[in-house]
C-alpha cells in the first residue's frame, strides 16, 4: 500500500489518485500499489480530472497537489443554477452534469464557451477568481 495521503480535490471536494508516467503508459498514467515515488508522474481527481502537471518525480506531484491545504485563499463556493444564474454576458467557471469544469458565459438563455453556443447541461457556477496582484 502507498504511504501518502492526498487532500481532496480544491475544486469539486473528491479523492484524488496517483497516477504513473513511463513505459507507454500514455496521457492517463498507470496506478501501482508500490511505492514509486522516485518515478515519473501526476495527481489527478477521480471525479472532475483536475490534475497536477507530471512531474519527474511523483512525490513532487503530491506536494504541489497538498500545498494548497493552508494556502490563506478561501474557497469559492458553486452556484446551482436552479438558485440563481450569473449576470448577462459574465464569464465563469461552470460545471457540467457530467461533472466538466469549464470557463463560459451566459448569453441570454444559452451557454457559451470559446464564442461557441453549447448544449451541454450547466448546473453549477461560480466567479472568477481575481487575477493575480502585480509586484
Known amino acids: 500500500m502507498d504511504e501518502y495521503e492526498l487532500e481532496l480535490c480544491p475544486f469539486c471536494g473528491n479523492k484524488a489518485q496517483v497516477r504513473y508516467t513511463g513505459c507507454g503508459s500514455g496521457s492517463h498514467g498507470y496506478t501501482s500499489n508500490i511505492l514509486m515515488r522516485s518515478k515519473a508522474g501526476f495527481v489527478i481527481c477521480l471525479k472532475c480530472g483536475c490534475r497536477t502537471p507530471i512531474h519527474n518525480k511523483v512525490s513532487r506531484a503530491i506536494n504541489k497537489w497538498n500545498m494548497r491545504a493552508d494556502s490563506g485563499v478561501t474557497a ?58 502585480g509586484e
Open 76 to 133: 469559492q463556493e458553486w452556484i446551482s443554477v436552479k438558485d440563481r444564474l450569473p449576470k448577462n454576458n459574465e464569464i465563469v467557471i461552470i460545471c457540467t452534469d457530467k461533472n466538466f469544469i469549464y470557463a463560459g458565459e451566459l448569453i441570454r438563455d444559452t451557454w457559451f464557451l470559446d464564442n461557441d453556443s453549447w448544449t451541454a447541461t450547466v448546473t453549477h457556477w461560480m466567479p472568477l477568481p481575481q487575477p493575480p496582484k
